[in-house]
């Protein structure tokens, strides 16, 4: 390292002086760099000050145009700086004109490299501040290390640098990812972490950007599914692709001009819309690509109609699919929806699912979506905020299904101590231990036999438990303890508040049996999304036996109306609870009296924290109530069922229509800020 060091210095002497080549020190890459900063114009001995950083209002543009970019690479460069803590380093992410939008590191390292203005708002174009690594792998569009005097100019040599860059679902390139650090903390790992936390950022923007679509996961080996390298494509619902990362262009040899023109299934050479029929989207199979290579797939049908319109195109469902290992699992209820059209009422039926259905349009589309799958096999994972009814969910599907006869068990997978999860999940044989039960345990597994196996908060799970899990799904036996392996039979469902997929990345959930319990989600929404909430309180208030004819105090209606709900129907069902309770005699209006202290100054709180933009808006929409003249900006109908913040959000995005989704007229007609208008337009997290 010494001696190529003190080499690449006399090269760079001879160069400076002599003008000589610096083609024989520096990697091919490299040298090109160099010759293109020095026609540049780029001074390699510049020791002026950098120019300052960009701040204020110009960044906050720049910022705003990046929104989802740092959105998905922040949690990202979390993980990336928590590998590199302590080593003198940070990790940089930067736009697609290598302007610094964020940077993470340590301490003492950050102000070092605040010297040299590798900090947010500062622009690292190659043909500004010479070879570097984020200039460079821009320009390059590819992976770039840059270490020490390889950088061009001087005053940067004191750091080691691996870059990599970050590309759209199209191919474009939209940023890169850099670990900086001086040269103690430079590894030959560096590139590979920025290449993969690269790819980590591109696959999480992909899978979010498009729920709607079909996605397909390839990898030339089963275990890679899941992991960095996958290779993810996006379908329409004609079968063209539109979108991919960059490990499936390459699998594909894919360029940007296949985009929208590709039929993905000739490109294939696969029927994917089996895999789509098969209702188990997430269950693996294998292709053959016509040059002979071998690919693992497995296909998510996202929230689109696809399913169901191949269906109504009277596509046969083969019991197994060529080349994969997939069966698939006809559904008696799908058959039966596919072979005659039947009205909506007829596809209702009144079973512990349509209990559910209060009117709200998301929540039906749940209910709906969770109906086709109760009479096959498919492992189904609810996801929601706490207290959005997953349990209940979970339930009627069980109840709706054909095992509704047989045990419901449901295990609370973050409560079980790590010390009883053997026994109380696997049980044990007859004298398995001391202190064990004479007759043995069954462990809850087995009592499941037969019925269905409620997986709850399945996201806390600890590592070594997910690993015994994964097991038991994948051969459907159970080894108690001090016993024989006995077979299981159980359909599984699972539920979890947090985001499992950045559990995945973050390596604190299996990829693998995250594919395993994922053969179809569903997302519920928060109750403050939700539009039935009269109809909830009345169904509610009939289950604590509420007097006839019990109503609401306007006032406090209006509040709860407004009222964000965080614990959502939970909240809801305990505050009822205690209203009921408090009713006196024959006292028949729930007012404030009756309502709990805590919930009460929640449910106060909530108004004094409207946003100034939520102030006008509710002003508006007053005013417009009582017949006033309607505001321009918020044309978009009062719908005061809804929190207020979702009301201001809709408002907002009926503005953004009006202007042509100018949104610098829409912040100035509000008299708000650009970045207030961007966050009201991001769509509402309902997970963790
Ligand atoms: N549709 C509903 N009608 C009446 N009560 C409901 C409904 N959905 C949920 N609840 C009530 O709300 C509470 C929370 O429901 P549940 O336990 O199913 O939520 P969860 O999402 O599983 O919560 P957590 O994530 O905290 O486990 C329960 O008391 C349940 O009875």
């Known amino acids: 390292m010494r001696h190529e060091t003190s080499q690449l210095q006399q090269a760079r002497r001879q160069w400076l002086e002599q003008g000589q080549s610096m083609a024989a020190a520096l990697d091919g890459r490299l040298a090109q760099s160099w010759l293109r900063s020095s026609q540049a114009g780029v001074d390699p001995q510049d020791t002026r000050d950098v120019p300052d950083p960009m701040s204020g209002?110009?960044?906050?543009?720049?910022?705003?145009?990046?929104?989802?970019?740092?959105?998905?690479?922040?949690?990202?460069?979390?993980?990336?700086?928590?590998?590199?803590?302590?080593?003198?380093?940070?990790?940089?992410?930067?736009?697609?004109?290598?302007?610094?939008?964020?940077?993470?590191?340590?301490?003492?390292?950050?102000?070092?490299?605040?010297?040299?203005?590798?900090?947010?708002?500062?622009?690292?174009?190659?043909?500004?501040?010479?070879?570097?690594?984020?200039?460079?792998?821009?320009?390059?569009?590819?992976?770039?290390?840059?270490?020490?005097?390889?950088?061009?100019?001087?005053?940067?040599?004191?750091?080691?640098?691996?870059?990599?860059?970050?590309?759209?679902?199209?191919?474009?390139i939209a940023g890169v990812i850099d670990i900086s650090g001086e040269p103690m903390a430079s590894h030959s790992h560096s590139l590979g972490m920025a290449n993969m936390a690269a790819r980590m950022i591109e696959n999480s923007w992909l899978k979010a950007a498009y729920p709607q679509h079909a996605r397909i996961h390839l990898h030339p080996r089963v275990e890679g599914l899941g992991s960095a390298a996958e290779g993810i494509l996006i379908m329409r619902d004609d079968g063209c692709l539109i979108g991919a990362n960059q490990a499936a262009m390459h699998m594909l040899r894919l360029s940007s001009s296949d985009f929208s023109s590709t039929i993905l299934q000739e490109r294939l050479q696969h029927r994917l819309q089996v895999h789509l029929h098969n209702r188990a989207p997430a269950e693996v199979a294998a292709l053959r690509l016509p040059g002979g290579q071998r690919l693992f797939f497995c296909v998510h049908s996202g929230h689109t109609q696809l399913f169901a319109a191949s269906l109504a195109d009277g596509m046969e469902t083969p019991a197994t699919v060529a080349g994969s290992s997939t069966e698939a699992v006809p559904s008696p209820a799908v058959q039966a929806d596919?072979?005659?059209?039947?009205?909506?009422?007829?596809?209702?039926?009144?079973?512990?699912?349509?209990?559910?259905?209060?009117?709200?349009?998301?929540?039906?589309?749940?209910?709906?979506?969770?109906?086709?799958?109760?009479?096959?096999?498919?492992?189904?994972?609810?996801?929601?905020?706490?207290?959005?009814?997953?349990?209940?969910?979970?339930?009627?599907?069980?109840?709706?299904?054909?095992?509704?006869?047989?045990?419901?068990?449901?295990?609370?997978?973050?409560?079980?101590?790590?010390?009883?999860?053997?026994?109380?999940?696997?049980?044990?044989?007859?004298?398995?231990?001391?202190?064990?039960?004479?007759?043995?345990?069954?462990?809850?597994?087995?009592?499941?036999?037969?019925?269905?196996?409620?997986?709850?908060?399945?996201?806390?799970?600890?590592?070594?438990?997910?690993?015994?899990?994964?097991?038991?799904?994948?051969?459907?036996?159970?080894?108690?303890?001090?016993?024989?392996?006995?077979?299981?039979?159980?359909?599984?469902?699972?539920?979890?508040?947090?985001?499992?997929?950045?559990?995945?990345?973050?390596?604190?959930?299996?990829?693998?049996?995250?594919?395993?319990?994922?053969?179809?989600?569903?997302?519920?929404?928060?109750?403050?999304?939700?539009?039935?909430?009269?109809?909830?309180?009345?169904?509610?208030?009939?289950?604590?036996?509420?007097?006839?004819?019990?109503?609401?105090?306007?006032?406090?209606?209006?509040?709860?109306?407004?009222?964000?709900?965080?614990?959502?129907?939970?909240?809801?069902?305990?505050?009822?609870?205690?209203?009921?309770?408090?009713?006196?005699?024959?006292?028949?209006?729930?007012?404030?009296?009756?309502?709990?202290?805590?919930?009460?100054?929640?449910?106060?709180?909530?108004?004094s924290h409207w946003s100034p933009v939520e102030r006008r808006y509710h002003a508006a929409a007053q005013a417009q109530a009582q017949g006033g003249d309607e505001d321009l900006l918020f044309g978009a109908a009062a719908s005061p069922a809804r929190p207020i913040k979702q009301q201001t959000q809709q408002a907002i995005a009926a503005a953004m229509l009006a202007f042509n989704g100018n949104v610098s007229q829409v912040a100035r007609q509000l008299g708000v800020s650009r970045q207030t208008i961007y966050r009201y337009l991001r769509p509402t997290k309902s997970a963790g």
């Open 57 to 172: 209002s110009r960044l906050s543009d720049v910022l705003d145009s990046n929104v989802e970019l740092l959105a998905h690479a922040k949690p990202v460069m979390d993980f990336l700086y928590h590998q590199i803590r302590g080593s003198r380093s940070m990790v940089v992410l930067a736009d697609a004109h290598s302007m610094v939008l964020h940077t993470q590191g340590d301490r003492g390292f950050l102000n070092k490299a605040q010297r040299v203005a590798l900090s947010q708002g500062a622009c690292w174009k190659e043909n500004s501040r010479g070879t570097n690594a984020i200039g460079t792998a821009l320009f390059e569009r590819m992976p770039v290390r840059v270490r020490g005097g390889e950088h061009f100019m001087a005053q940067n040599a004191f750091l080691h640098c691996a870059a990599a860059p970050i590309f759209t679902a199209q191919g474009a």
């Open 338 to 607: 596919a072979s005659k059209p039947q009205t909506e009422a007829a596809l209702q039926p009144a079973d512990a699912l349509a209990q559910l259905d209060t009117g709200d349009a998301q929540w039906r589309a749940v209910v709906a979506k969770v109906r086709r799958i109760v009479h096959s096999n498919v492992p189904l994972l609810i996801q929601g905020e706490s207290g959005t009814g997953k349990e209940v969910l979970a339930r009627a599907a069980h109840d709706s299904g054909p095992r509704r006869n047989k045990p419901f068990v449901a295990i609370n997978c973050a409560a079980i101590p790590e010390s009883l999860i053997e026994s109380e999940l696997f049980g044990y044989a007859p004298g398995a231990y001391t202190g064990a039960l004479r007759a043995g345990s069954l462990g809850r597994i087995r009592e499941a036999d037969g019925g269905t196996l409620f997986l709850d908060e399945i996201g806390d799970m600890p590592l070594a438990l997910q690993t015994r899990l994964l097991r038991v799904l994948q051969e459907r036996t159970v080894s108690p303890l001090g016993g024989d392996s006995v077979k299981v039979d159980f359909a599984v469902i699972s539920a979890t508040h947090c985001r499992l997929q950045d559990a995945v990345a973050q390596g604190r959930f299996r990829a693998d049996l995250f594919y395993r319990i994922n053969g179809f989600n569903v997302q519920l929404p928060a109750l403050r999304e939700r539009s039935d909430w009269p109809a909830l309180w009345q169904r509610l208030l009939a289950s604590h036996q509420a007097p006839e004819g019990t109503q609401l105090a306007p006032d406090l209606e209006a509040a709860m109306q407004r009222y964000d709900w965080p614990g959502n129907i939970r909240q809801l069902a305990n505050t009822v609870q205690t209203a009921c309770a408090l009713l006196q005699g024959d006292e028949r209006v729930i007012d404030w009296p009756h309502v709990a202290d805590d919930m009460r100054m929640a449910l106060q709180k909530s108004e």
